[in-house]
């Protein structure tokens, strides 16, 4: 079993930077996929980005790509989301996730933050 922390939300203006955090316990971490997904109020949770056990593919939502940066750091149990250039549509509670699969669904996640709140203000 993995616990998962997140940090790093804030409130933002437009166009500005936040970099979240979400740091693993237990020493499995390089083990698991990881991913991070959004859920904004009223609407469904939905996927933002994911990233392999090794790091080395990544893949992103439409809506953020070009935009955000997934990374991990194995040695140190930690996945990070860089989102640049945001938007007021980007507000919502932000979670990561650790699951044994790749892929956009929320069922391929096994495990999951509490979440951090990003607002960005027009």
């Known amino acids: 079993q993995v616990q998962l922390v997140e940090s790093g939300g804030g409130l933002v203006q437009a166009g500005g930077s936040l970099r979240l955090s979400c740091a693993a316990s237990g020493r499995t971490f390089s083990t698991y996929t990881m991913g991070w997904f959004r859920q904004a109020p009223g609407k469904e949770r939905e996927f933002v980005a994911t990233i392999t056990r090794s790091g080395g593919v990544t893949n992103y939502a439409d809506s953020v790509k070009g935009r955000f940066t997934i990374s991990r750091d194995n040695a140190k149990s930690t996945v990070y989301l860089q989102m640049n250039s945001l938007k007021p549509e980007d507000t919502a509670v932000y979670y990561c996730?650790?699951?044994?699969?790749?892929?956009?669904?929320?069922?391929?996640?096994?495990?999951w933050g509490q979440g951090t709140q990003v607002t960005v203000s027009s």
């Open positions: 996730a650790a699951g044994w699969a790749a892929g956009q669904q929320k069922d391929n996640y096994m495990y």
